[in-house]
C-alpha cells in the first residue's frame, strides 16, 4: 500500500491514537495500523476504530455519574 501524503510504504504495524472527547482526553499506545515507513502517517482499520467507538461509549456512560446535577 501507499501513504496518501507522501507515497511512501505502509507497513501493518501499530500506532498511538488519542481523543479528546467530553471533557477527558484517552490515549491508547498501540492500536493496529498501516503506518508509513517515511512520515509515521497510520491508518486505522474500520474494526479498530469500531472498537475504539465502544470503549469510548462505556467510558462516556461511566464518566455520566461524575457530571455535576444541574441545578
Known amino acids: 500500500m ?3 501524503h507522501c507515497k511512501g510504504e505502509l507497513v501493518w504495524s501499530s500506532a498511538p491514537l488519542s481523543v479528546d472527547r467530553n471533557g477527558y482526553h484517552i490515549t491508547w499506545e498501540s492500536v493496529p495500523a498501516w503506518v508509513c515507513t517515511q512520515c509515521g502517517e497510520a491508518l486505522f482499520e474500520e ?6 467507538q465502544l470503549a469510548l461509549e462505556q467510558v ?3 464518566t455520566k455519574a461524575l457530571a455535576p446535577k444541574a441545578a
Do not use: G, K, Q
Request: net charge negative; proline share 0%.
Open 2 to 4: 501507499e501513504c496518501f
Open 60 to 62: 462516556d456512560r461511566e
Open 47 to 52: 474494526n479498530a476504530l469500531h472498537h475504539v
